[in-house]
């Protein structure tokens, strides 16, 4: 495949091994190689809903915060009510931090993690 007369102009390579121009010099490009472009993440500001929620995890790590394996997350506990969301049929589990916690200490006042 060649490239176009625009597209090596833009990328520089025209430039060739004899050339004076250094990388500082050459045009920047917007793109992934380009960090300094992408928009900074800002600061979130907590909210009462956020706070109740907590952060949001995949089944791998609220497997973690319980104490099990991804296989009795699934098997196990989501049967028996463990919060989750899912936002397509086929989606990916999301469980929130806080609520998952405060699922485990509601089956703790119970008497146990029986499902």
């Given at each position: ?10 990328s ?11 990388h ?8 992934q ?9 800002q ?10 929620l ?6 791998r ?37 806080n ?17």
């Amino acid at each position: 495949m060649r490239r176009t007369e625009e597209e090596t102009r833009k990328s520089g390579l025209h430039l060739g091994r004899k050339s004076r121009q250094t990388h500082a010099s050459l045009p920047i490009c917007l793109g992934q190689s380009c960090p300094q472009q992408y928009p900074q993440a800002q600061a979130q500001i907590p909210t009462p809903i956020a706070d109740a929620l907590g952060a949001p995890l995949s089944i791998r790590e609220a497997a973690h915060v319980i104490g099990c394996s991804p296989w009795t997350v699934r098997q196990r506990y989501l049967p028996a009510g463990l919060p989750h969301e899912r936002p397509t049929p086929n989606g990916k589990l999301i469980f929130y931090r806080n609520q998952v916690i405060r699922w485990l200490l509601a089956r703790q006042q119970k008497g146990g993690m029986k499902p």
